[in-house]
């Protein structure tokens, strides 16, 4: 393939031809923007500053912006070729009904009378619980909490989760029960400042690719990786530890173990900070070298090299994603990974932070705001005072404040199912592709009397099992901020139109609040998201993420501003880290020790299905692809799905790179996909990207969620890796549903 097909210039409608422009370098001359607008990456939660170029109105380029603190300047793959998504030819453009399982066209008013007859005839017949909201770490958080506002209080329905529970609601429970509150206690700088850094299930160079920069700036660090693959960030290593899946927890009360063993303890933070010492000690007696290096396929001597690592160090940061957050045991290995930073005093300082990094561009935004697992502001709903808090500002009654937390997402599917849940709205999420174990889910999509996708683009999975689609406009085309993993607020702005009819989310959800008659009462005079960003700056100021000294035009100034920010704040870097005087949010002000004990993964391999699958992402594509599946470049270096297979494996079963598979599990099968043999899995071990709807893992997942957190077990899996029948390729037939006859 030339490097011109690769690049998508052959297919292109419009050829190119060269210009040098001084910031941008060699351009095509068509494409030399009219003007630059400064936005954030609308992708992953690294928050990317970046600017847009626009010519005639359309969107034709992207640079990162040099001044901009978090990268400098840089930008990754995705970033740097964002502006193709924008111009996508299947971007969703009217509302549109199903009449007779065809989409027919309607007008927006239309659509918005159908929506609130539907949704208020449900409630009426079947409670109010029965409309259940399904949204997501990528709307701004002036939608975000526009929407919380309106399904809480308007429609009046507990049955409000997103799909940040598939991802960042393990890191928030663990995070409140150490610390008794949300919110990530480091930041980026961190990277360059730790003499340590352990990055546990967290593959950043694929998925976080500008954190590597970070790193990499910090060249007398020692980096140790924890993940059973070895990952792009794994080679990055000075020490990589391949840990059998799923035995974290053990990993890390072993490491505990060994600090308390050698008296590398520090006791003096212990004492003046926590509490629950001496029953942490007490749990992890049994966590032996030997009987941990049993559990975890390492060895004792890597055990005590990486505690000695560890708590000798002058700052030890530890950084963790989804290898630690998937998980059924998920929260529990978050505290056990705040256990571990606490007893060694590693938070608060400079360098030093248990640092959950977080996913979608704004999945930080849902944290704060909340609504689903805690009231906005990081209130509490059992507590009467943070209602009444809430109740004044927004001036209604304080019955009207939920006092407890609804259903979270696993848990509104099962309530489809049962049809205790009959109509659905599922905003910017594309849960057939992502969501665990896809037949019961769309058993559940299908048992619905009534469902409503809010996307940008159409046909998606999702959105072909829709009653109503509404079409929004997405990154690029609309205004807000977006809060990044270190709790920087960034502005996002519109460079283009959005295309069609299609309205910003903020537009759409004033639009509904207006069907469904309360749009005067919880937005008044509501029409543009600073109005938003006003409200929600009264409602955060005097919690943990203050926004109330923040206005956007300080945000743009400052490159974003890191949370908390109060009212009178002058110097953006003096809330760079949380708990730097150790006190904490909880009631005595200390952080707890939370004994944690580790239990085998629940799908454990057998005869009929001996391996382990583990699911994640690739460097090029982001989630379900609808948006990177139109960006030529993306699309043309990684344009199928595959399964990664250890050698050993591949010839006990007679297989070779390149054949083609089935992966089976007791739920479904993923049909026909290329074999990767490769010595980066481990033995009994296999790996498949979840990008693909056409092969979607999600076929083959579990419904295993965290009992706390109800995070999905996405990365243990049993299954059987079968050669393809030569027919093939049915896996594509789910998603064009539409095009069958
Ligand atoms: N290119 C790209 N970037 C993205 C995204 C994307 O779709 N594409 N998505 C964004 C989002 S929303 C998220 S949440 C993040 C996710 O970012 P990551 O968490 O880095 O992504 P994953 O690939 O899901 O999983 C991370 C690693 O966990 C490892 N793992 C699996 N099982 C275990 C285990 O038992 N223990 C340990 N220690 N590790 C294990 C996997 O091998 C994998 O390398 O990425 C964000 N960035
Ligand atoms: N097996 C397996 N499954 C997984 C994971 C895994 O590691 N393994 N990871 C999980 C994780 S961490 C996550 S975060 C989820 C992600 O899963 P999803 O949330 O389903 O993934 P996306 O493809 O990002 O879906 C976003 C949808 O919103 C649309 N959209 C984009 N921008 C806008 C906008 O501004 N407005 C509106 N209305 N729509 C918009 C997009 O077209 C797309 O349909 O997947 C989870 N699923
Ligand atoms: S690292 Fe994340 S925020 Fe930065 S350009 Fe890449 S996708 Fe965008
Ligand atoms: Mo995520």
């Excluded at 910090?218 to 980096?223: A, D, E, M, Y």
């Excluded at 926004?547 to 009178?568: F, K, N």
């Excluded at 454990?604 to 992402?617: I, Y």
Aim: aromatic share 8%; proline share 7%; hydrophobic share 40%.
């Amino acid at each position: 393939m030339s490097i011109r097909s690769l690049l998508g210039l052959d297919t292109r409608a419009e050829r190119y031809t060269y210009g040098l422009d001084p910031v941008a370098g060699y351009v095509s001359t068509q494409k030399i923007p009219d003007r630059w607008v400064a936005t954030t990456c609308g992708y992953c939660s690294v928050g990317c500053g970046m600017f847009v170029g626009v010519k005639d109105g359309r969107a034709v380029s992207v640079r990162g912006n040099p001044d901009h603190p978090v990268n400098r300047g840089n930008l990754c793959p995705k970033g740097l070729s964002e502006h193709h998504t924008i111009d996508a030819s299947n971007r969703a453009r009217q509302p549109l009904l199903k009449r007779d399982g065809r989409f027919t066209p309607i007008g927006w008013d239309t659509a918005l009378t159908t929506m609130a007859e539907a949704f208020r005839r449900v409630q009426a017949e079947h409670g109010p619980d029965s409309v259940g909201v399904i949204s997501t770490g990528q709307l701004v958080t002036e939608e975000f909490y526009a929407l919380g506002k309106l399904v809480q209080l308007g429609l009046g329905t507990r049955s409000f989760d997103g799909n940040t529970t598939l991802c960042m609601s393990t890191a928030v429970a663990g995070y409140k029960g150490s610390f008794g509150s949300d919110g990530p206690p480091g930041a980026y700088e961190d990277l360059e400042r730790a003499d340590v850094i352990l990055l546990i299930g967290a593959n950043i160079a694929d998925n976080h690719p500008i954190l590597c920069r970070r790193l990499q700036a910090n060249p007398g660090t020692t980096l140790i990786v924890v993940d059973p693959r070895v990952t792009k960030t794994a080679m990055m290593a000075d020490l990589h530890l391949p840990i059998r899946p799923r035995a974290d927890l053990a990993l890390l009360n072993g490491l505990i173990h060994i600090i308390i063993e050698r008296g590398l303890v520090d006791h003096d933070y212990v004492d003046r900070h926590t509490t629950g010492f001496d029953a942490l000690k007490e749990s992890v007696r049994e966590y032996t070298p030997a009987r941990v290096a049993e559990t975890t396929g390492l060895d004792p001597g890597l055990l005590y090299e990486t505690a000695a690592i560890y708590s000798t160090a002058n700052a030890a940061f530890i950084a963790w994603t989804m290898g630690v957050n998937h998980s059924t045991k998920g929260t529990e290995t978050v505290n056990a990974i705040n256990n571990l930073a606490l007893i060694t005093g590693n938070i608060g300082r400079a360098g030093a932070a248990p640092f959950s990094i977080t996913g979608q561009c704004n999945a930080m935004g849902t944290r704060e705001a909340g609504f689903a697992s805690s009231l906005p502001g990081y209130r509490k709903f059992e507590s009467a005072e943070d209602r009444e808090a809430l109740a004044g500002i927004w001036n209604v009654p304080v019955e009207r404040v939920p006092a407890a937390r609804g259903l979270a997402y696993p848990d509104i599917i099962e309530a489809a199912l049962e049809r205790r849940i009959r109509a659905l709205w599922i905003i910017a999420t594309n849960p057939v592709v992502s969501f665990p174990n896809l037949g019961a889910l769309t058993q559940a999509l299908e048992g619905l009397d009534f469902l409503v996708v809010q996307d940008g683009f159409h046909p998606t999975p999702t959105s072909e099992f829709a009653d109503l689609v509404l079409p929004a406009a997405i990154w690029g085309e609309k205004e807000g901020t977006y809060t990044n993993s270190e709790r920087r607020v960034s502005k996002v702005n519109r460079a283009v139109e959005p295309p069609g009819e299609a309205r910003p989310d903020f537009n759409i959800f004033l639009d509904v609040a207006s069907a469904l008659g309360v749009k005067e009462e919880l937005f008044p005079g509501w029409s543009v998201p600073r109005d938003a960003f006003e409200e929600w700056k009264r409602v955060s100021a005097g919690r943990l993420c203050d926004y109330s000294g923040m206005t956007y035009e300080v945000i743009e100034e400052q490159g974003g501003i890191q949370w908390p920010y109060p009212a009178g704040a002058t110097d953006p870097a003096a809330t760079r880290r949380l708990y730097t005087d150790g006190v904490f949010q909880t009631a005595d002000g200390r952080a707890r020790l939370i004994p944690v004990t580790w239990e085998p993964f629940p799908e454990q391999p057998t005869g009929e299905f001996p391996l382990v699958l583990n699911t994640g992402r690739t460097v090029e594509h982001w989630h379900t692809r609808t948006k990177t599946a139109n960006v030529p470049i993306l699309e043309r270096l990684s344009p199928h799905a595959w399964a990664e297979m250890n050698p050993r494996d591949a010839r006990g079963l007679h297989l070779k790179a390149q054949d083609s598979v089935d992966i089976v599990s007791r739920r479904g099968r993923i049909r026909d996909i290329e074999l990767r043999v490769t010595e980066t899995v481990a033995p009994g071990q296999i790996f498949v990207p979840f990008h693909y709807a056409e092969a979607n893992a999600n076929q083959v997942t579990q419904s295993a969620f965290d009992p706390v957190s109800r995070e999905p077990n996405y990365k243990q899996s049993a299954v059987r890796v079968e050669r393809s029948c030569p027919s093939g390729g049915l896996g594509a037939s789910l998603w064009r549903r539409s095009e069958r006859p």
